[in-house]
C-alpha cells in the first residue's frame, strides 16, 4: 500500500546521476507516478507487493515536520511515543516494536543502517524523502527490521543546486535556522554543505527549581560529494554530524486511579547530550543488463546522561549514564534492470560490526554510596540474500516474488560492577562474561495481479525474526529469578498479507487497502527486575497482530485535493505468563495504538499579483488511540485529536509560513513508565505556533 502522502511528490523520483530542471517539474496527483530509486529498491513502490508511505520534501515542508517523531502521524500504524530525549526513541510498526531493547523497525539514512535506539532521533533538514515499509523486510534489509524499515533519503548535488535559508520563530522561545549549498560541476561532481541549529526553551516548568524541565540546543551539519567517475560509475560520499545537548525527562507523578497528573516537581537536573558521526561512500556502476553496488558504513555516538531517579524533591537517587557506539557495515548488491525482462533478480552479502559501551553509576545520595557498571558488548554478522522476480506467468499480469535470507551473528558481553561506600574501599566484584550466537533463514513470497493500467492486487508471506542477546544490567546482586534472564532469546514471526491498490476516474481518486496477520513467538518482553530498580528482557510465549490500512486521495478540482490515512491494529498476547500469580494472555500489547488516522487538505490559490504568485493553505487532522501503556492494560491513553495548519505565501524563491500546532491544546499523555515502585507520566507538547522564512537563491 502506497500511501497517499506520495499521491504529492513530483511527477518522477530520478536516481542521483540524473539532473532534474526544477522548472520543468508539474505535480501530478497520482501515486501511480512516484518512481523510487534506491540502493536495494529501483522499482515503483505502488506497484509492488508491500504496504508503503512516502513522504515527499513537499508533503515535509506543508506538514511542517521538524523530526522523525512527527512524521510517524502521518504513516497508518506506525507510532513513536515521545520518551522525553534522543537517548530512546521506541519505534512500532503494527504491533511490533521494542521500547528498551534493539529496535524492531530499522532505519536508514541515505542507505546507512542505524542499529540503536539512541541514534533514530535525527534532525529533518534538506530531506528528499522518506519511504516507510511495514512488514517484515529481513529477505532484503536485515536484522531487527521485523516491524518494518524506515528509509530517509537527503538531497543530491547532482539534482539539486542553489542555495536554501530557513529562518523560523515560535513560542515557547523556540527558534531554528538552517543554511544549504548545491553545486555542480559539469554535470560530474555535485556537492553540498548544509547546517542547521534549533533552540527550543522548553514546554514545561519544574516546580521544584523554576527551570523549564526540557530546553534543548541541537546543532547538524552534512557534507555530500556525488561524482559521476564516468557515464556508468558513480560515487556518492555522506558525512554527517549532529550535537545535540537537551535538559528532558519532563515526568511527573501520575496517579493511574484518578487519572492525575502531578507538577514536575525534582530538584537535580536532568539532562542527556549525543554527540553522532555517520558517514556513507556508496559505489554504483550500472551496465545494460545489471547494476552492481556498495555500501560502506561508519556510525560513532557517544551519550551522557544525568537523571534525578527518584523524580522528587528530594535528594535520594541519581543515574549518571554514558554510551558509547562504533558501528561499521559493509553491503555489496547486484541486480537485474532491463524493463524489457520478465525476470528480475538480485543477490547481496552483508557484515557488519558494532562495539558498545556503556557504564552505570548509581549514587545513593542519602548514603553517599555508589553502585558502578561497566559493560562492553562487541556484537558482529553476515549475512546473504537473494530476491527473483517472474512477470506474466501463465497470463499478461501476473507475478510473483521468492525472496530468502540467511544471517549469522555472534555478540558477547563483559560486566564489571563496583560497589563505593565512604570511608571503605572499592568492592569490585569478579567479571562476568557471556558468549552467544544466532542463526537464522528469513523467506519471502508473494503473487501479484495487474488487473488493468490503474490497479493491482496482492498477496504475501513474510518471516520475520530479531536477533537475541544479554540483559547487561543482570548481575550477581540480583535474585535468582532475574539471573536465569541473564541472557534473552531471539524472535520469530510469521506476516500474511492481502492488499489492492487502484486509481479511478481518470486520478480523480486513488484507494489503497492492506490486509494483515501476524503471529510471533518468543517474543522480547520488558520487565522491572524484582528489586523494583531497573529493566529487563524476557521473552514471552506467543503474540498475534492483526488489522488493515487505508489510503484515500480525491482530487474534485484544480489546485484543491483531501487526503486520509487510517491504520487499525488488534494486537494481543496469545501465551504470556510473568510469572506463577500473573497471566497477560488475552491482554493487548503495550504501546500499541489500535487506531492511527490522518486527515489532510491542501489548497492553492494563484494570485497573480507582482508581490505574491500564491498561498498555500494546508489543515491537518491526526489521531491516535486507544492505546495501553503497560501489560497489565490498568493504565491507558483514550483516543486523542490533534489539529494543526499553515498558511504559506509564495513569490517566486521566496516563503512566509504561518504555522500552528495542536489547536486547542489537547491534554493526553506522550510516555508512561514505572520506576521506584511509583508511576510517572509525560504529558503531550500544547499548542504552538510559529513563522517560518524561506528563501532560494
Known sequence: MLTFFSCMAINRIYADDVPVD??????????????????????????????????????????????????TAFVPNL???????????????????????????????????YFDRSTFDINMNDIERIEVLRGPQGTIYGRNTM???????????????????NLSAGNYNSYQTGLSHYGNVANKIGYSLSGNYIHSGGYFRNKTTGMKADPIDALSTRARLSWRVMPRLVMNLVLAYEYSDQDGYPYRVYDKGTGKMNDIDYNARSFYRRNMSTNGLNVEYVTDNFKIGSQTSFQFYDGTQGLDQDFSPIDKYYVDFYQRQQMYSQEFNIKSIREDSKYKWQFGVFGFHQNYFQTNDVDYRTTGSHTLQNVHNPTEGLAVYHQSTYNDILIPGLSASLGIRYDWEKTESSLIQIAKSPNAEPNVKPEEKGKDHFSQITPKGSIQYAFNTDGMAYFSVSKGYKTGGFNSTVTSADTDDDRKYRSFDPEHSWCYELGTKSSLFNNLLYFDIALFYIRWSDQQINQTKASGQGFLLRNAGKSESKGVEISAQVNPFRNFNLQLSYGYTHAKYKDY?????????????????QNTVALAANYTINTHQAWLDRIVLNGQYTGVGKLYWNDKNDVEQPFYGLFSGKVS???????????????????YIAYYFTAMGGDFVQKGKPFTCGVNLNFKF
Open 22 to 71: 526544477k522548472d520543468s517539474i508539474k505535480m501530478k496527483y497520482t501515486a501511480k507516478e512516484v518512481v523510487i530509486e534506491s540502493f536495494k529498491q529501483n522499482t515503483n513502490l505502488s506497484v509492488q507487493p508491500i504496504s508503503a508511505s512516502v513522504l515527499s520534501e513537499s508533503i515535509i515542508k506543508e506538514n511542517n515536520i521538524t523530526n522523525i517523531k512527527e512524521a
Open 79 to 113: 507510532f513513536m511515543p515521545d520518551y522525553g530525549s534522543k537517548m530512546t526513541s521506541p519505534v512500532y510498526i503494527r504491533g511490533i516494536g521494542s521500547a528498551k531493547n534493539s529496535p524492531s523497525v530499522g532505519l536508514y539514512v541515505d542507505g546507512v543502517p
Open 147 to 165: 516491524g518494518g524499515i524506515i528509509n530517509v533519503f537527503t538531497k543530491s548535488p547532482l539534482k539539486t543546486a542553489g542555495t536554501n535559508i
Open 577 to 593: 505468563k510473568e510469572n506463577e500469580k500473573i497471566n497477560y494472555d488475552g491482554n493487548y500489547l503495550a504501546m500499541v495504538p
Open 649 to 667: 505565501f509564495v513569490r517566486k524563491q521566496v516563503s512566509l509560513d504561518l504555522w500552528s500546532k495542536n489547536i486547542g491544546s489537547e491534554n
